[in-house]
């Protein structure tokens, strides 16, 4: 049976957690498992039921207490807890429910939800054998199998730190922040000409020594940071790459420009016209910077 649409109260529950995690202080995607547990405790409901703390205390005011609030966020760890819950129940043909999330968060065991139950004093396993009962499912279900989070250095993911990086490639990538051709920078275009010639190249190396996805783009972050460091410093006048606005015109102005689209319905012919020679203006510009800084490469070491 295919997948279902997520239940009533399934996205209440996601919503408080969102409002709950906005409310703290940690802004909408500074949502973390932890306010996920309090989106469900104060819903209706037998998992809400299996999550009153012994003490009569609050979870909202449990999980306040701990400080996750101000924690770095961590989205993936809560999309990798809905993942979870959405497979298992596809897997027994139900829309998704709160109990499905505590299911996933429960066996997912984050540190966060792990104290936030500990301090209020309720044992996971009885909380999961009350919620598998709410399921209808037996005692012995085993732990749900969650998928892999994103990439260590994507989304809210922290990279990996430098210490525990591959050592031949970050070697290379150090080699190459020490030569970067700064001399060449004459614009800003240049600066991001610059930062995409250097993340192919992290790219690149990774190939080389089939490092995962973690290494990958922890690589690259941190090779990234620096060289936008040592440009920012070396270069300062040119600032970051150019940046397009969001919106060509502002306020009343966008709203006349859309107005004028829709009268002269037959411009739309031509509007891809404009983007198709931008790219690739963009990308002829981009190869010959990366000749002018070819030579500022020579010798440099293999991975």
């Known amino acids: 049976m295919g997948r279902q649409e997520p239940s009533g109260p399934y996205l209440a529950a996601v919503r408080r957690a969102f409002d709950f995690a906005r409310q703290a202080g940690g802004g909408a995607r500074g949502a973390r498992p932890a306010h996920f547990l309090v989106g469900i405790a104060e819903g209706d409901g037998p998992a809400a039921a299996a999550l009153w703390p012994a003490d009569g205390r609050s979870l909202r005011a449990i999980v306040t207490d701990m400080g996750v609030a101000g924690s770095s966020p961590a989205g993936y760890l809560h999309m990798q807890a809905q993942q979870g819950a959405t497979s298992l129940a596809a897997a027994r043909g139900e829309p998704p429910g709160v109990e499905h999330l505590l299911l996933a968060l429960l066996d997912q065991g984050t540190p966060e939800v792990l104290e936030a139950l500990s301090r209020a004093r309720l044992d996971p396993a009885a909380v999961r054998v009350a919620t598998l009962a709410a399921l209808g499912a037996p005692a012995d279900l085993p732990p749900i199998a969650l998928g892999p989070t994103t990439p260590a250095g994507t989304l809210d993911r922290p990279a990996l730190p430098v210490a525990d990086l591959n050592q031949r490639a970050w070697v290379v990538l150090c080699w190459r922040q020490e030569h970067l051709p700064i001399g060449t920078l004459r614009r800003r275009s240049d600066t991001w000409a610059l930062r995409q010639l250097e993340r192919t190249a992290v790219m690149r190396i990774a190939d080389q020594l089939v490092l995962d996805d973690d290494q990958r783009y922890s690589l690259l972050h941190h090779h990234d940071e620096a060289v936008g460091e040592r440009v920012a410093r070396a270069r300062p006048e040119l600032g970051g790459p150019q940046q397009r606005p969001d919106r060509p015109y502002p306020g ?48 440099a070491p293999q991975p």
Do not use: K
């Open 252 to 299: 009343r102005d966008a709203r006349a420009w859309s107005m004028r689209r829709r009268r002269y319905r037959w411009l739309r012919v031509t509007t891809g016209w404009g983007v198709w020679v931008g790219n690739r203006r963009t990308a002829a510009a981009n190869r010959w910077f990366w000749l002018r800084a070819a030579r500022a490469y020579r010798g």
